[in-house]
């Protein structure tokens, strides 16, 4: 297996973790929070596929899927490249309002999609290359695409978590 194939092997398991936990839930399931300045379900999703497309998209160097087309209305927020849900107050995680499970997963798809299609494309000498000299030691493409998946990972296993809560009411 190469270097391309196993992050392409660890990316591919969100989709089915995720379809998993939002198909079929309303919108007021969505926005659910088991308390006072949680995450919904909504937010944990929402955040985990803007994390992955603004960070890609900075490898790429091409604008995010979220300022294309109307997803930011299809969550009630307005097209900022800059919004990743890193920081959220508890006013701004309650604003997050997908208007449906399926808005959710099409935006993670189209992510997803370019995702895949940068992966597949990776040699093993890329993931050396330094792509953000503001930490120390600098992060390497290798480090970027190892912390991506393990942060949609754990919020994609939180939402999950969280279905559980909502269907056992």
Known sequence: MNVSELLTEAYDRLPDILREAVDGLSPEQLRFQPGAGANSIGWLVWHLTRVQDHHVAELLDADQIWVSGDWAGRFGLAADPDDTGYG??????????????????????????????FLAG???????????????????????????VEDDLQHVGQAAYLRGLVEAG
């Open 88 to 117: 959220h107050s508890p006013a701004q995680v309650a604003a997050v309002r997908p208007q449906s499970a399926q808005a959710l997963l099409d935006y993670y798809e189209a992510v997803a999609a370019r995702t895949g299609g």
């Open 122 to 148: 990776l040699d093993p000498a890329d993931l050396d290359r330094v792509v953000d000299e503001a930490w120390d030691p600098p992060v390497t493409l290798g480090v970027r695409l190892v912390s991506i």
